[in-house]
């Protein structure tokens, strides 16, 4: 299991690591004594917690390949019933497979110069409106294009997910005579199916505050879209999971406003507002190809929210392009709400209260909790955390 570096250490001549970030420069992340106090009596949960967030990472991304590999075995259904007329259409059979298959909103076939010869969509009949690098590329070999904005999509309406916009998947399987290309069968699917398949509510760990979003890691087919990236739809776009501040009404921080016009994709990438570059979560992952990191005092997210998290890279069939996940959940939402009713020492819990009400500074609270070697694995952490 890798785990990266969130936050510097320096390394002491007895090989452990000492915490260069005072518990002062913490107040940023919300930092509250009682959030270190809970998540110090938690500490023991750490591995659990870890475990949790990979298992729920790597099922996330078994499900977009299962997802991707069946809509690929659907085209080929098609292909197999289109292929042998073509370029005349089969229309039965694209309607008989639109009904099958709840996730894609458009099947149709084009020509190598991308006219559309048949599609479940009457109006798209004869138009030549698809991007042209993307039709070089999918009548060659099975091509999954996107996320992109396609303005067909939005007209065109939803298939499975009651979520709706213009990002767009689209995937080409070319349709060959011999060894020449003459054409491709393309399924449209609304971005919002994918976005659902990692959003779904057994899905999140914390499901008050848990987020799990796709990003940009590497660029292949359109370069322009830089690493970090939104590539799906926050859980935080509207309030229909939360009902705090969102993306579309917009997240207020010291910072300025994170907000979005129309959707997450493209319009977000994620950033920590106040340093303005990719947060550590994203950051790490896109450096490392995984990121694993659940402890005290989490690290700040487009948001500028502490929060913990598993990231992961990965491509999907057909896309040339390098996926990047996050899993996440806010610090504060990711502990029981039992940790909150701690029995502690006296006089720990009054430094913990005085600290509070400004009566203890929080670095004498800091040097009394890990003054007793009690308390020193957890202010000594238990491995090396990424760089701020």
Not at 12 to 24: A, E, I, K, M, N
Not at 323 to 344: H, N, R, T, V
């Amino acid at each position: 299991m890798q785990r990266s570096s969130l936050y510097e250490f320096e390394k002491q001549p007895d090989v452990t690591f000492t915490l260069r970030t005072s518990l002062v420069t913490l107040v940023w992340r919300h930092w509250t004594p009682f959030t270190f106090w809970s998540c110090y009596l938690n500490k023991d949960t750490y591995p659990n917690i870890e475990k949790t967030f990979e298992s729920i990472a790597n099922t996330r991304v078994k499900l977009l390949n299962t997802w991707v590999n069946n809509q690929w075995s659907q085209l080929d259904v098609l292909l197999e019933n289109i292929a042998g007329g073509f370029p005349h259409i089969d229309q039965d059979a694209l309607e008989e497979r639109l009904k099958m298959v709840p996730d894609v909103s458009e099947y149709f076939v084009i020509d190598t110069q991308g006219k559309v010869l048949g599609s479940t969509t009457k109006s798209r009949l004869h138009k030549i409106d698809l991007h042209t690098k993307a039709i070089e590329s999918g009548i060659k070999a099975p091509f999954l294009h996107g996320p992109y904005i396609d303005s067909n999509t939005a007209s065109i309406g939803a298939s499975s997910s009651k979520f709706h916009d213009a990002v767009t998947l689209m995937l080409y399987l070319p349709i060959k005579k011999g060894e020449a290309s003459i054409g491709a069968v393309c399924a449209r699917i609304p971005n919002d199916v994918i976005s659902d398949i990692i959003q779904r509510e057994a899905g999140h760990i914390y499901k008050e505050s848990g987020d799990n979003y796709l990003f940009m890691v590497k660029p292949e087919f359109d370069k322009t879209i830089l690493p970090g990236t939104a590539l799906s739809r926050s859980r935080f776009e509207d309030n229909t999971f939360s009902h705090g501040e969102n993306l579309k009404s917009g997240i207020t921080t010291d910072w300025g406003t994170v907000k979005v016009k129309q959707h997450t994709e493209f319009e977000i990438r994620f950033t920590d507002p106040a340093t303005k570059a990719l947060h550590p979560g994203v950051r790490e992952t896109i450096k490392n190809g995984q990121n694993l990191f659940v402890t005290y005092p989490g690290y700040s997210d487009y948001r500028h929210i502490p929060v913990i998290g598993k990231g992961v890279t990965f491509q999907l069939k057909g896309s040339p392009d390098t996926w990047g996940m996050m899993c996440e959940g806010d610090l504060g939402g990711s502990l029981p709400s039992s940790i909150y009713q701690f029995k502690a020492d006296e006089k720990l819990r009054v430094c913990v209260q005085r600290a509070h009400y400004g009566q203890h500074s929080t670095a004498s609270l800091h040097q009394l909790i890990c003054r007793d070697d009690s308390h020193r694995g957890f202010c000594q952490p238990r491995h090396h955390r990424m760089a701020i």
